[in-house]
Antibody
């Protein structure tokens, strides 16, 4: 059974870069897509972005200019870098594995769509942004 | 971005009750919707995907239905461990978005 564990600094100062690592155990990081999701205190869930097993990334446009997601296959780790943070970035940050369902259909030619869900999550790590 | 609106924001119910939570998408998302359960201090847990497919290991008292813009999560007979917050998530397009959540409380 796959397990995910986030790690990172307990506190980040405004304007600095937030760096988090997610260590994956029980499965190979090469086999799946992986994502970061965050939840501000008392608020709902916000998708940050994801990375495919080939290294292709897809970012939330609201964060794209400040965001980098990467994978270290040798360490079975996923990383998040969010630059120029403000208090609005204070949240619990979760890493998650993606479950993909594929829909194949005919529309003049055969086409395929992927749809993404989050089927395994880390416990989350709270990252306050404060001076 | 697709806006996901859940109702109600909170609901009180008793053990054994049947509870329905609704999620409405701001545009047609076909059947590409998931439901999650989140308990305080814990990560969300996937319950339902593709609107009505039960995730492995999830009790059969949970069910999902709907397509297009209107979806429901039904818990057929509430158990003590079901008191939690529930979120819908659209999987039709990027950016992926979630509903604001529904808090299920004990009456």
């Amino acid at each position: 059974q796959v397990q995910l564990q986030e790690s990172g600094p307990g506190l980040v100062k405004p304007s600095e870069t937030l760096s988090l690592t997610c260590t994956v155990s029980g499965d190979s990081i090469r086999s799946y897509y992986w994502s970061w999701i965050r939840q501000a205190p008392g608020k709902g869930l916000e998708w940050i972005g994801h990375i495919s097993n080939s290294g292709t990334t897809n970012y939330n446009p609201s964060l794209k200019s400040r965001l980098t997601i990467s994978v270290d296959k040798s360490k079975n780790q996923l990383s998040l870098y969010l630059s120029s943070v403000t208090a609005a970035d204070t949240a619990v940050y979760y890493c998650a594995r993606l479950k993909i369902t594929t829909y194949n259909y005919w529309s003049g030619s055969y086409k395929s769509e992927n749809h993404y869900y989050f089927d395994s999550w880390g416990q989350g790590t709270l990252v306050p942004v404060s001076s | 971005d697709i806006q996901m609106t859940q109702s109600p924001s909170s609901v009180s119910a008793s053990i054994g009750d049947r509870v329905t939570i609704t999620c409405r998408a701001s545009q047609d998302i076909s059947r590409w919707l998931a439901w999650y359960q989140q308990k305080p201090g814990r990560a969300p847990k996937l319950l339902i995907y593709d609107a009505s497919s039960l995730e492995t290991g999830v009790p059969s008292r949970f069910s999902g239905s709907g397509s297009g813009t209107d979806f429901t999560l039904t818990i057929s007979s509430l158990q003590p461990e079901d008191f939690a917050s529930y979120y819908c998530q659209e999987a039709n397009s990027f950016p992926i978005t979630f509903g604001q959540g529904t808090r299920l409380e004990i009456k």
